[in-house]
């Protein structure tokens, strides 16, 4: 596959990095998935142009991206509304567009959610590293050089030119996400849920909780009701595994919800955000409200059953 210049980043915003759906099998190695935070956006962005649907696109935070087109090619603009504009116009978001050679891309403010994702047909031409082509940030390896985006990167795409019949497809109306300030949560219980007082699962069930500035793509920390340990347990425990969506709570007592750079921890975990749910933790930005909703693991697989089929329309060859 030709690696052809597809772009030159004018201005990157406060945080814009290459990110496909993660790096996986290194969690004994101390090695985090990383990857998109909302996996469901990139997967549709990247079957919108024609890619794989674990292809690496960009993924940006907020506001501020802007980058100039150096070839025809197709893109896909899917997740947070930061008031996308093509050549000073407004850009519809969840279909597919042809760009053109000096057409500049801007991503002008936020209006909803936190974080948009951006495929190109063809993928972003990076090398992979153990398997993925994601960024790192914390250990500096994968995407473009192991960092954040800055004004000047040139970023390159396979053979765009093969991927120009894809424009014109889009995700049905019905099916794109709303991001609202106030969230509703599905959770499991558990896996230590056992060791927290009865009253404070109670709270932790019914309260609203806060999203804070203390929070990044490790994980994202919530103010609210504490969740108080039952007497006798002690604060920490050994180390162990935990997955995207565990809902650690350390000895200030207020929760925090793990997001894809992060393998171990050592505090109990109260719930366990359903898979379903876990792309929306990608949209959550200081100042929203979460609430949190125990389901069953039936009502849990079905939930993802349902994402899967929406995902699974755009499989099929556009007609």
Same mark, same amino acid.
């Given at each position: 596959?030709?690696?052809?210049?597809?772009?030159?980043?004018?201005?990157?915003?406060? %945080?814009?990095?290459?990110?496909?759906?993660?790096?996986? !099998? /290194? #969690?004994? $190695?101390?090695?985090? &998935?990383?990857? =998109?935070? @909302?996996?469901?956006?990139?997967?549709?962005?990247?079957?919108?142009?024609?890619?794989?649907?674990?292809?690496?696109?960009?993924?940006?935070?907020?506001?501020?991206?802007?980058?100039?087109?150096?070839?025809?090619?197709?893109?896909?603009?899917?997740?947070?509304?930061?008031?996308?504009?093509?050549?000073?116009?407004?850009?519809?978001?969840?279909?597919?567009?042809?760009?053109?050679?000096?057409?500049?891309?801007?991503?002008?403010?936020?209006?909803?959610?936190?974080?948009?994702?951006?495929?190109?047909?063809?993928?972003?031409?990076?090398?992979?590293? %153990?398997?993925?082509?994601?960024?790192?940030?914390?250990? !500096? /390896? #994968?995407? $473009?050089?192991?960092? &954040?985006?800055? =004004?000047? @990167?040139?970023?390159?795409?396979?053979?765009?030119?093969?991927?120009?019949?894809?424009?014109?497809?889009?995700?049905?109306?019905?099916?794109?996400?709303?991001?609202?300030?106030?969230?509703?949560?599905?959770?499991?219980?558990?896996?230590?849920?056992?060791?927290?007082?009865?009253?404070?699962?109670?709270?932790?069930?019914?309260?609203?909780?806060?999203?804070?500035?203390?929070?990044?793509?490790?994980?994202?920390?919530?103010?609210?009701?504490?969740?108080?340990?039952?007497?006798?347990?002690?604060?920490?425990?050994?180390?162990?595994?935990?997955?995207?969506?565990?809902?650690?709570?350390?000895?200030?007592?207020?929760?925090?919800?793990?997001?894809?750079?992060?393998?171990?921890?050592?505090?109990?975990?109260?719930?366990?955000?359903?898979?379903?749910?876990?792309?929306?933790?990608?949209?959550?930005?200081?100042?929203?409200?979460?609430?949190?909703?125990?389901?069953?693991?039936?009502?849990?697989?079905?939930?993802?059953?349902?994402?899967?089929?929406?995902?699974?329309?755009?499989?099929?060859?556009?007609?």
């Amino acid at each position: 596959m030709a690696r052809v210049a597809a772009f030159d980043i004018l201005s990157p915003g406060p %945080l814009t990095t290459i990110q496909d759906s993660g790096r996986y !099998g /290194f #969690g004994r $190695y101390g090695v985090p &998935p990383s990857g =998109a935070l @909302d996996t469901f956006s990139l997967r549709i962005a990247n079957l919108l142009v024609g890619n794989p649907e674990h292809e690496a696109g960009l993924e940006i935070t907020i506001m501020g991206l802007k980058m100039v087109c150096l070839t025809d090619l197709s893109i896909a603009v899917t997740g947070a509304d930061l008031r996308v504009q093509l050549n000073g116009k407004s850009l519809p978001m969840w279909r597919s567009h042809r760009m053109k050679k000096d057409d500049v891309l801007h991503f002008k403010a936020l209006q909803s959610g936190c974080r948009a994702y951006l495929a190109v047909g063809g993928g972003i031409h990076v090398d992979q590293v %153990l398997g993925s082509k994601s960024t790192n940030l914390i250990s !500096g /390896f #994968g995407g $473009y050089e192991g960092r &954040p985006l800055k =004004a000047g @990167d040139r970023l390159y795409a396979g053979s765009p030119e093969n991927f120009l019949d894809c424009s014109q497809r889009e995700l049905p109306l019905n099916a794109i996400p709303r991001y609202p300030k106030d969230w509703s949560l599905r959770v499991l219980l558990g896996p230590q849920d056992d060791d927290f007082t009865e009253e404070s699962k109670r709270l932790f069930m019914e309260s609203p909780y806060s999203v804070t500035p203390k929070s990044d793509r490790t994980g994202i920390r919530v103010s609210g009701p504490l969740i108080h340990r039952r007497s006798g347990v002690k604060e920490s425990i050994i180390s162990e595994g935990v997955v995207p969506g565990s809902i650690q709570v350390p000895g200030d007592g207020q929760p925090i919800l793990i997001l894809g750079e992060t393998v171990t921890g050592g505090y109990r975990k109260i719930a366990t955000v359903i898979s379903a749910d876990l792309p929306l933790l990608g949209q959550m930005k200081p100042g929203d409200r979460i609430r949190f909703r125990s389901v069953s693991l039936e009502e849990a697989l079905l939930a993802l059953k349902r994402v899967e089929e929406i995902i699974a329309t755009l499989r099929e060859p556009a007609p």
